[in-house]
Each structure stands twice: as C-alpha cells, then as structure tokens.
C-alpha cells in the first residue's frame, strides 16, 4: 500500500504517543510491526530513530497484550492541530 505524506505523519506521530498501541496503527493502516519500524527509520534522524526504539523497546504499552488493554486508542488526525 502507497501512503501519502500526512498518512506517514500520522504513523510517526502515532508511534511517538506513549499510550497507542503498534496494534491500533496496524488495524488503521494494515501495516506490519516491521513496516511501522522501517516508516520510522527511513522518516526519522538517526539519532531520533535510536531514541524512539529505545523509547519503545520492552515498553508495556505499545502492545495491547502486555497492556491487558481491551480497546485500541487512537485519535484523528486533526486532534492536537489547532489548539
């Protein structure tokens, strides 16, 4: 699947929240654990890559099943853009 620009954004920006699980962003873009991780290499720094994957290794709430979460949060697109 081709994403557009403001698709990546929102993927990046998505990944970065500390509370949205990489199964929200898999079900809203059918995409794979390995294809959110190769967005955010080839869209990000280097060294803001190595932060975030420091960041999310071993964090509990990227993942529902470590979560014990039952929903999947996410926002639109537009939620934190004009305040």
């Not at 500390?18 to 059918?30: K, N």
Request: net charge positive; aromatic share 10%; glycine share 2%.
């Amino acid at each position: 699947m081709k994403l557009e620009k403001p698709d990546i954004s929102r993927i990046i920006e998505m990944c970065w929240e500390d509370r949205t699980p990489f199964e929200a962003i898999m079900e809203l873009y059918s995409l794979s654990e390995k294809e959110i991780i190769s967005i955010m290499k080839t869209n990000l720094k280097n060294k803001s890559y190595i932060i975030w994957r420091e960041r999310v290794q071993g964090r509990k709430t990227k993942f529902r099943k470590k979560n014990n979460l039952n929903y999947l949060r996410h926002q639109s697109y537009d939620h934190n853009k004009y305040r």
